[in-house]
Nanobody, 124 residues
Framework: QVQLVESGGGLVQAGGSLRLSCAFS????????IGWFRQAPGKEREFVAY????????YYADSLKGRFTISRDNAKTTVYLQMNSLKPEDTADYYC?????????????????WGQGTQVTVSS
């Protein structure tokens, strides 16, 4: 059974930065693509970014390109989401998820395992 544990959320002022971490355990890490999603109050869960199993490819929601960077450390079995120039509209619960699939990785339904989430609040 895969376990995913997010950390690094918190309260930050607009324009600030946060780095979220997603610690993976329970299965071979290199077998899974990892995605980040977020869900704001009253809204649907939305795709943020994903990184391929090898880490050679990373993909982002169009609206977040240039501000967010996803990376993975296969030795530490951890995925990171560096978030810069944060805006109040980035306020949400952020979730990491793991998928064996290699396609449709922008869709939440593709993912096999989810973490519990970490809250990010950006004040104006």
């Amino acid at each position: 059974q895969v376990q995913l544990v997010e950390s690094g959320g918190g309260l930050v002022q607009a324009g600030g930065s946060l780095r979220l971490s997603c610690a993976f355990s329970g299965r071979p890490f290199s077998s899974y693509a990892i995605g980040w999603f977020r869900q704001a109050p009253g809204k649907e869960r939305e795709f943020v970014a994903y990184i391929t199993r090898s880490g050679s490819g990373s993909y982002y929601a169009d609206s977040l390109k240039g501000r967010f960077t996803i990376s993975r450390d296969n030795a530490k079995t951890t995925v990171y989401l560096q978030m810069n120039s944060l805006k109040p509209e980035d306020t949400a619960d952020y979730y990491c998820a793991a998928a064996l699939a290699i396609d449709w990785l922008r869709a939440p339904g593709t993912y096999d395992y989810w973490g519990q989430g970490t809250q990010v609040t950006v004040s104006s």
